[in-house]
C-alpha cells in the first residue's frame, strides 16, 4: 500500500474535520481480483470501500463478505448502482455519474462525476460525497485525458457544499498538487499492491 497517501488521507481528516472516511479503495474485478485481501489492510476508522464488481457471478455472497469484514473493522461501506443489495448490507449507495439508482437511499450517498455537468447532477440527486476522477493519467483508463491538478481543483470548488474525492492515478507523492479543496483520495492499485490472489 502507498503509505504517503495514507498519510496525506490522515492529514485531510484532521485538518478538515471530515465526518466521512478520506481513504477510499475502489473494487475491481480486472485490477483486484481480490478485494478481502485489500480491505483487511486499510486502516480502520479512516477507510471506505466502493463495491463495483457489477458483472461478477458471485456479487451477492462477495458483497456479504465484504460487508462483514468493513463492519468489523469499521470501515465504510457504498454499494455501486443498487439500492436494493445497499439496503440489505445496510451500506450507502454510490450513483454512476450521479445518476440516481432505483430504491430507497440509504444514509450515505456518493457519487462518481467526470465534470461539472455529472456534479450538478450528484448534488441534486443528494450525494454528500463525490469522486472526480480522473484527476491523473490513470491504469483503468490508460489513454484517456486526465483532468490534470489543476482543472480538478477549480471542479470541486464548483462543487457546492459537497465533498469532492480525488480518483484517477491517485499516489501520495501527487496530493499535494490538488489543493485544499480535495477532501479525500481514493484508489485502486495504490491500495491494494496490485493483489492477483482470486477471492474466495
Known amino acids: ?17 471530515c465526518r ?38 458471485d456479487r451477492a455472497a462477495l458483497a456479504a463478505a465484504v460487508a462483514k ?15 436494493r443489495l445497499a439496503a440489505r448490507l445496510h451500506a450507502g449507495l454510490h450513483l454512476r455519474r450521479g445518476r440516481v439508482a432505483p430504491g430507497r437511499k440509504p444514509g450515505l450517498v456518493t457519487a462518481s462525476a467526470h465534470g461539472r455537468q455529472e456534479l450538478v447532477r450528484a448534488r441534486r440527486a443528494g450525494a454528500g460525497l463525490v469522486f472526480l476522477s480522473p484527476a491523473f493519467p490513470t491504469a483503468s483508463h490508460p489513454g484517456a485525458p486526465a483532468l490534470g491538478p489543476v482543472r480538478w481543483a477549480a471542479l470541486a470548488r464548483l462543487a457546492g457544499g459537497v465533498q469532492v474525492v480525488a480518483l484517477g492515478g491517485i499516489e501520495g507523492r ?14 485502486i492499485g495504490a491500495l491494494s499492491n496490485q493483489c492477483h490472489t482470486v477471492w474466495r
Open 1 to 17: 500500500m502507498d503509505e504517503q497517501l495514507i498519510a496525506a488521507a490522515r492529514a485531510v481528516k484532521r485538518r478538515r474535520r
Open 20 to 57: 466521512h472516511p478520506t481513504l477510499w479503495l475502489f473494487t475491481d474485478r480486472a485490477r483486484l481480483p481480490d478485494p478481502i485481501g485489500a480491505i483487511a489492510r486499510l486502516p480502520p476508522g479512516l477507510s471506505g470501500v466502493v463495491l463495483r464488481d457489477d458483472a461478477a457471478p
Open 69 to 83: 469484514l468493513c463492519r468489523r473493522r469499521r470501515i465504510a461501506l457504498v454499494v455501486a448502482g443498487d439500492a
Open 174 to 187: 501527487r496530493m499535494r498538487a490538488l489543493g485544499p479543496a480535495c477532501r479525500g483520495v481514493a484508489a
